[in-house]
């Protein structure tokens, strides 16, 4: 006989559910694949006043078709927060990349739907070709006491360098 048949069924029940990546790759699929009736039914009811079917189809359907095909759409990037989860779904279309940006509530429905143009990842960062470290020291300050304490570095010129 079990002993906790409720805590084994909540379980079940709890690992059934689609993850919020899963989710996000669902809303995805269906913006892609202009499903937008059941594309809104995903959406909370703010949600639907203010993105209708018509909405979608009049505003998303001509750029996604200028963007051309689908090429790839890519591992979904998850964000926690504490009101609402944003998930990335990055789509690479033909002509350019695009970020598919999805919040949700904390019950699961949709709350936002953004689309945000794909920008490479910033590399580490390299000095400009004009800088010439070696004409000027950094030192480490702090302005400000308390809880207004702003660190920062102060560059100041080495004088011996300085023609004038």
């Known amino acids: 006989m079990l002993r906790y048949p409720a805590a084994l069924l909540l379980s079940a029940v709890l690992l059934a559910q689609p993850s919020i990546s899963e989710k996000a790759r669902q809303v995805a699929d269906l913006l892609l694949q ?15 006043q203010n993105l209708s079917e018509e909405t979608l189809r009049t505003s998303i359907r001509p750029r996604f078709q200028a963007l051309g095909a689908v090429q790839k759409v890519l591992d979904p990037e998850v964000q926690r927060g504490l009101v609402r989860d944003i998930v990335i779904v990055p789509v690479q279309f033909a002509q350019a990349a695009l970020n ?39 030192e480490e300050v702090t302005l400000g006491t308390g809880e207004w304490q702003l660190p920062g570095t102060l560059s100041i010129p080495v004088l011996s360098l300085i023609h004038i």
Do not use: D, H, N
């Open 34 to 48: 202009e499903k937008y009736a059941e594309l809104t039914q995903l959406f909370t009811p703010e949600l639907k």
């Open 100 to 138: 598919i940006q999805v919040s949700f509530t904390k019950t699961g429905e949709v709350a936002g739907l953004f689309l945000r143009p794909r920008v490479a990842p910033a590399g580490p960062y390299q000095p400009p070709p004009y800088s010439k470290p070696g004409q000027f020291r950094t």
